[in-house]
């Protein structure tokens, strides 16, 4: 009787070398696509009560759950895409330098500065999404090589680059549907952080 060759060992042995290896950036990922799903399965209904900031009553408890939930929705694919991307290519390595403890922290504490300050100074006017989370990334990830008591010139021209170019673009109303004020509260947040990080040496 000739040997049954078992395949389902040798794909479970493969499973096993796959690494969750930046599970932070990994769960974001994996909830914003959950919510896109679900998104498209309510016709956008679950994004509105749940998954985007706007002013609303202090007493609706979703208030509070959309102050930061807004950053895991998307309007559709090709904005979750855009997004998910960078945070993908960048992340895993600001997860490695800075901790998973305090990367939650970091995109925590984005999504709801960014969503208090947005309900304060614009009403009726729905944000939703995590450019926020991508512009403070890539501020953040200018102090990778920090040096002790020097500024990198890659921060400077990060900084000039960026904030010039969406305060430009939010004065000539080149690209209407995305929100300049988010991504700008965004980029503070990543230098803020770098910098508070860093300065008291809180990382890993």
Known sequence: MGKVKIYGGKAVDWLKKIQYNSPVILTFTLLSFAVLLLSLLTGNKSTVYLFSVYRSSLADPLFYIRLCGHALGHIDYHHFYNNILIILMVGPMLEEKYGSKNMLIMIT??????????????????????????????????????????????????????????????????????SQFGHILGGLSGASFGFFFNKNKLIT
């Open 109 to 178: 504490g984005t999504a709801l500065i960014t969503g208090i300050i947005h309900i304060v100074f614009f009403n009726n006017v729905m944000l939703l999404g995590a450019s926020g989370i991508v512009f403070m990334f890539i501020l953040l990830s200018s102090y990778v090589n920090l040096s002790q008591g020097r500024i990198p010139l890659t921060l400077i021209l990060c900084v000039i680059v960026f904030i010039g170019g969406q305060v430009a673009e939010g004065i000539s109303n080149t690209n209407p549907g995305v």
